[in-house]
């Protein structure tokens, strides 16, 4: 398998939701009070079968009116007209953003030729307007012009392709775990999101169920230690991949 954190950058979100971007080196986080700040790292993942995107990011773009995700798609060494699969943890606009692109004025597919696989649940809650973490224009888009796989529960949806529904962060998001000629990947979305989560056990109220996500990253890190996964941090700020090992007390995050 070849692995590819295609970062984002890191921002500052408030109570509107509102995604801003923030440069630790230029930028003064007390003139953000009340804001959480996060790091965005969408992954490309290449298989023996697939090119896989898993999540896709905020959607932002370049000073050229070039999708982020696309250019570091290249910058990876291929083009995006490759991704095969898109595999959705879940559909907040900072997971879902860059699954489409505004050209002209309208929003079109990001990757019109892919396979893109979401749980059925996270959908028709999406639809239901309960939250604003979601955009139906986004959404709008996928259903009308995407390739949708809708799965339930846990399953496979290629060989060697797994998915669990986990329902920690939202009630219907999904983790994956990926083998491939012996080696194995494991994509957390935001039931694993970054390495100091294994470090610390805490339960978060932005989590639809705190104590069970907090449950699930001890549960996935020591299977992670135990089965080798390498595992992709989403929302990290310097490890976005990297091997956990557990010595029954302590975890530890080695990058690779």
């Known amino acids: 398998m070849e692995i590819f954190a295609l970062g984002e950058g890191s921002y500052s979100v408030d109570a509107t939701k509102k995604f801003i971007p923030f440069n630790p080196l230029t930028d003064n986080a007390k003139d953000r009070l009340g804001s959480l700040f996060i790091h965005v790292n969408p992954f490309l993942v290449k298989t023996e079968r697939d090119l896989i995107l898993f999540d896709s990011g905020l959607g932002y773009k370049d000073d050229k009116d070039e999708l982020l995700l696309h250019q570091h798609i290249r910058n990876a060494g291929f083009a995006p007209g490759e991704v095969t699969l898109v595999l959705q943890s879940h559909l907040h606009y900072d997971h879902t953003g860059g699954l489409v692109v505004e050209r002209s004025g309208k929003l079109e597919l990001s990757f019109p030729q892919a396979t893109h696989i979401i749980q059925q649940g996270e959908w028709d809650y999406a639809w239901s307007g309960k939250s604003s973490s979601y955009r ?95 595992c992709l941090f989403y929302h990290a700020k310097s490890v976005p991949v990297g091997n956990v090992s557990y010595d029954g007390e302590i975890f530890t995050i080695t990058p690779i």
């Open 136 to 230: 139906l224009p986004i959404l709008e888009t996928l259903k009308n012009a995407a390739r949708i796989e809708f799965v339930e529960g846990d399953g496979e949806v290629r060989p060697g392709i797994h998915y669990e529904l986990s329902g920690g962060h939202t009630q219907f998001h999904q983790v994956f775990l990926v083998e491939d000629n012996g080696e194995k990947c494991f994509f957390g979305g935001d039931e694993l999101p970054e390495p100091e989560q294994l470090l610390r056990k805490f339960a978060a109220k932005y989590d639809y169920d705190g104590r069970k996500a907090m449950n699930l990253r001890e549960e996935y890190g020591k299977k992670a230690a135990y089965e080798q996964w390498a």
